[in-house]
């Protein structure tokens, strides 16, 4: 989904590896402590986007299938007016949990993502391929899951527009945020977008280096996570011009 190399300089700057950066006690996963992070996740779970993505067309247990079609929610609930107050909140409490267990690395952290701005420029790539993911949580959604499944699945190129449409559908007709208010989906996308950096950075840049190893490894943390945390087989979903199945 993504192939940017903006942030090799703050990997750099925090001195871990690949691997010790996206790991959930290390740096960036620290947005799964929030708790509308969480909410938000669990959310994709109850409205059975986990199923319908990743299981519509997968056997389960006593052999059955599910498949569930639902109408697509207005498109006018996904829409965000995002605000700069609320973008700051979110960077800063990524920051200052990484403060709070490692200073050092919480000031180059911080130092690093306002010199680079990598929030910005994935805003700009993502735009590049028709998702307006700081106007609309059901793009965001999109190019999140989108990109988690391209880097667990060792994969190199970009969907096509018409994959990329075909699940946004399937997201629209999943996902439910009717309830929520602007700044709770711009917190959500948000947190989904540097979730979405800090894995894609490490798998690019062994992806560049051609760190067959290294690259596998950085796939392997991916997919692992989302199959523990979520249930989620993201090695079990194909991407088709009808979307994930």
Do not use: V
């Given at each position: 989904m993504l192939k940017p190399f903006y942030l090799i300089p703050v990997f750099c700057l925090l001195q871990l590896s690949s691997y010790s950066q996206y790991d959930p006690g290390a740096t960036m996963m620290l947005a799964q402590n929030n708790m509308l992070y969480n909410n938000t996740i669990q959310s994709f779970v109850n409205q059975n986007i986990i199923n319908d993505l990743a299981y519509s067309n997968t056997p389960k247990a006593g052999g059955t299938r599910r498949s569930k079609a639902t109408a697509p929610a207005d498109a006018a609930t996904f829409l965000i007016s995002p605000g700069s107050s609320t973008s700051v909140k979110v960077k800063q409490s990524?920051?200052?949990?990484?403060?709070?267990?490692?200073?050092?690395?919480?000031?180059?952290?911080?130092n690093a993502l306002n010199q680079y701005d990598p929030f910005n420029a994935y805003l700009?790539?993502?735009?590049?391929?028709?998702?307006?993911v700081h106007h609309n949580y059901a793009d965001a959604f999109t190019a999140y899951i989108l990109g988690m499944w391209r880097i667990a699945n060792g994969m190199s190129g970009n969907p096509t527009l018409t994959q990329i449409n075909a699940v946004r559908s399937q997201v629209r007709s999943n996902v439910r945020v009717a309830g929520w208010s602007n700044q709770q989906k711009q917190e959500a996308v948000e947190y989904m977008i540097y979730d979405l950096i800090f894995a894609n950075e490490p798998y690019e840049s062994s992806r560049k280096a051609r760190d067959k190893k290294q690259m596998a490894l950085d796939a392997d943390m991916v997919y692992q996570r989302f199959l523990k945390q979520h249930k989620m087989d993201l090695r079990n979903m194909r991407l088709t011009d009808k979307g994930l199945i």
């Open positions: 990524i920051i200052n949990r990484l403060k709070s267990r490692n200073p050092t690395a919480g000031k180059n952290l911080e700009r790539l993502l735009t590049s391929l028709g998702l307006d």
